[in-house]
């Protein structure tokens, strides 16, 4: 069964940077939106996650909080964050037990670009998983998600 939308988000705990754990439970009565990505400085990650940062005023206007998510490590993400200017947490998924929570690895083990909206009360509002990696959701869609998750409760 996949998980989907009406589900409880699976919880879960991942380094990240800037540095520091963090963990979905603590985040509990603000919108979430986790953005699973294959690799840190990759040509479409590096696009997808600046526009989601270009987004981070409007998603803060709503009290939403923004995480990217991949199997990189801590001090990759840092990089990658520096270098492209992003401007919300980096999480660690080393073992990609998130990915296999959240049904987001493809059939070799790879990450499928995909992201989630979790409201306020945990559960998953808005998911879309890619089969090809090579585009990814406009920070419009995923703010209007967020509002749609937000009027509903």
């Not at 520091?20 to 509990?28: E, N, P, T």
């Not at 919300?88 to 499928?112: H, I, N, Q």
Request: glycine share 8%; with cysteine.
């Amino acid at each position: 069964m996949t998980l989907g939308v009406g589900d409880s988000a699976p919880d879960f705990t991942l380094e990240g940077s800037p540095e520091g754990k963090y963990s979905r439970a603590q985040v509990l009565g603000r919108p979430l939106v986790l953005a699973f990505y294959p690799e840190d400085h990759s040509p479409v990650c590096s696009i997808q996650l600046r526009a989601y940062s270009d987004g981070m005023e409007e998603f803060s206007q709503l009290s939403a909080l923004v995480w990217g998510i991949s199997p990189q490590d801590v001090r990759s993400h840092k990089g990658f964050a520096e270098r492209y200017g992003i401007n919300f947490p980096l999480l660690s998924d080393l073992d990609k037990e998130v990915a296999r929570s959240y049904d987001v690895l493809g059939p070799l083990g790879f990450y499928r670009r995909s992201v989630f909206v979790i409201n306020r009360f945990g559960i998953i509002t808005y998911c879309h998983r890619t089969t090809a990696g090579l585009t990814y959701k406009a920070t419009s869609t995923l703010l209007e998600a967020v509002r749609e998750a937000e009027a509903h409760v």
